[in-house]
């Protein structure tokens, strides 16, 4: 869905491919990022997912039961997690809202901006040759087929992803660890234990080990790792033990769930791009790294499918989404058992990873293709914000800003088109050619004069003199930058563009 709203977002005609109606009744996703939040909010939906209050952190502690004996609080990034600078870095908080839920408010704003979804429809074969993609669809409702025809396909058909498996894309990492069971169900009475500002509980009890967590509308989720199948006879005595008093609650539905590692050899593969669990499948962690990596891949290859289909870019740009997301599918998966949770699961040794900090994970993973100018190999894949200052391959630096139209960050000036921050003119009128000339436009925020800031911040934040320049992709991240200036921006600005734009 969010593939569909980006999509829409930046005009690009597409179609929806869905075999179910509508949600799962089983909710899996709660946790979303601020940089997802980011991107909802520059597609219109601010107001629409409701963000968590600032300063809240997601806690966990480790309880006999929930209304029983609570012990200490667990972390799940031992002293990473705590949002060190945090909120100088981004306006968002992130947003626990289920995936049930959310997906509505998707839907409904692609719909909105003309997303076409065909719902109880599946995708049964599909072919591609030189000039498109030719895939055959059968309603589940009708049993009726019929192909559609399009330059490409997205492949976000999940974990078990039958596009992949027909294109032959292995999976590497560390592969399944443990059958997960779940049981979902309603207990509003529990809720006030939600009061304290714990969100989750790992329940010891005895041999008894289970993690219960909340949905935070009434709706509970218990899951074991003993790989037992339960009837709900079975479960009912299990759940009112971790409950730890004699609550109401029914049992919505049960459910079940691989923890495992994998990351998909390649993205791509001619004209069919593999996002979301298709291409990387990793247990739910704290940082969120399962949705979230999805919504970041789609939001990365978006803006590049927009230019390559409206005839600007070359197909060249499409490479670049591999070469981009891979090594972040795969640092995600590195990340993911460095950390204590899942590094107890492990069947194997695996070599040991420097454990990155959860704002350096949400806000300053690097990015290394021939879209991004001067990421050098020795960087290392994702570090603060603040010390990344502007790095090309990393997202554009936070910023308020006053403008004109008022007080606005650097966040809201990015992300539909190219964006060139600069307080020198000559760079201001370099952009106004090269935009004219190569007919793609470039927003120039010219600082210091229609945006005002604190220029030594500008400075520091976005690693540039006062005769620098910033160019800012369509996704938010850095693609090039002249720290202090050039004796031909024109040129320079024009050559960096058609580098990093694969420009026809
Ligand atoms: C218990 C649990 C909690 C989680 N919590 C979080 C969290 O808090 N934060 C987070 O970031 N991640 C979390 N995750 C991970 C997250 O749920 C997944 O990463 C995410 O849902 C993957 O989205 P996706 O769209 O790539 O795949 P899916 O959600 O699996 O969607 C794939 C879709 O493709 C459809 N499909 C498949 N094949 C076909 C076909 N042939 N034709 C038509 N349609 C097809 C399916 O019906 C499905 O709707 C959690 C996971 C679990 C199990």
Request: aromatic fraction near 8%; hydrophobic fraction near 40%.
């Amino acid at each position: 869905m969010s593939a569909s709203l980006f999509l829409a977002w930046r005009g690009v005609p597409h179609i929806v491919i869905e075999k179910h109606e509508g949600s799962a009744l089983h909710p899996r996703a709660m946790g979303f990022t601020e940089r997802t939040m980011e991107y909802f909010t520059a597609v219109g939906l601010g107001g629409q997912v409701p963000q968590v209050a600032p300063g809240t952190r997601l806690r966990r502690a480790v309880v006999e039961s929930l209304a029983g004996h609570w012990g200490r609080e667990t972390l799940w990034t031992p002293d990473g997690g705590a949002p060190a600078r945090g909120d100088l870095v981004t306006p968002h908080t992130g947003a626990a809202i289920p995936q049930d839920k959310l997906e509505p408010i998707l839907r409904a704003r692609a719909a909105a901006l003309g997303s076409q979804l065909l719902q109880g429809t599946e995708l049964t074969s599909f072919e591609q040759d030189e000039d498109g993609v030719t895939a055959v669809v059968r309603s589940r409702q009708t049993g009726e087929e019929r192909a559609i025809r399009a330059d490409y396909l997205v492949a976000a058909d999940g974990a078990s992803s039958g596009i992949r498996e027909a294109l032959g894309i292995a999976r590497e990492g560390v592969g399944h660890l443990r059958t997960v069971h779940s049981v979902l169900f309603r207990c509003p009475e529990a809720d006030p234990f939600l009061e304290c500002g714990f969100q989750q509980f790992e329940i010891e009890q005895g041999e008894v080990r289970a993690f219960l967590t909340s949905y935070g509308d009434g709706r509970w989720v218990l899951m074991r790792t003993d790989g037992q199948e339960l009837d709900e006879l079975q479960l009912a005595p299990f759940i009112r033990s971790c409950l730890g008093k004699d609550f109401a609650f029914d049992i919505i539905t049960t459910g079940r769930w691989e923890m495992a590692g994998r990351v998909a050899t390649k993205y791509s593969m001619g004209r069919v791009f593999l996002a979301g669990d298709a291409a990387h499948q990793l247990p739910p962690t704290r940082g969120g790294f399962g949705a979230n990596t999805g919504i970041d891949d789609v939001w990365n290859l978006s803006w590049k499918l927009a230019m390559v289909i409206d005839g600007t870019s070359s197909p060249a740009l499409l490479e670049t989404y591999d070469a981009e997301r891979r090594p972040i599918g795969w640092l995600r998966h590195q990340q993911t058992f460095a950390r204590p949770d899942y590094a107890k699961w492990l069947k194997g040794p695996m070599e040991p990873q420097p454990l990155m900090g959860d704002v350096a994970m949400e806000l300053g993973q690097l990015h290394r293709s021939a879209a991004v100018i001067g990421a050098s190999d020795d960087l290392p894949p994702a570090a603060h914000p603040f010390d990344w200052a502007g790095q090309p391959g990393v997202r554009a630096p936070y910023l308020e800003m006053t403008t004109s139209a008022g007080s606005m960050s650097t966040l809201d000036l990015v992300g539909k088109q190219f964006t060139l921050f600069a307080e020198a003119s000559v760079w201001i009128e370099a952009t106004a050619r090269v935009s004219a000339s190569s007919n793609v436009p470039i927003l120039a925020v010219h600082v210091g004069r229609d945006a005002q800031a604190n220029l030594d911040e500008v400075h520091q934040r976005f690693g540039m003199t006062s005769a620098g320049a910033c160019l800012v992709r369509p996704d938010g991240i850095v693609g090039w930058r002249s720290v202090g200036g050039v004796p031909d921006a024109e040129a320079a600005l024009r050559t960096a563009l058609h580098k990093l734009a694969s420009l026809r």
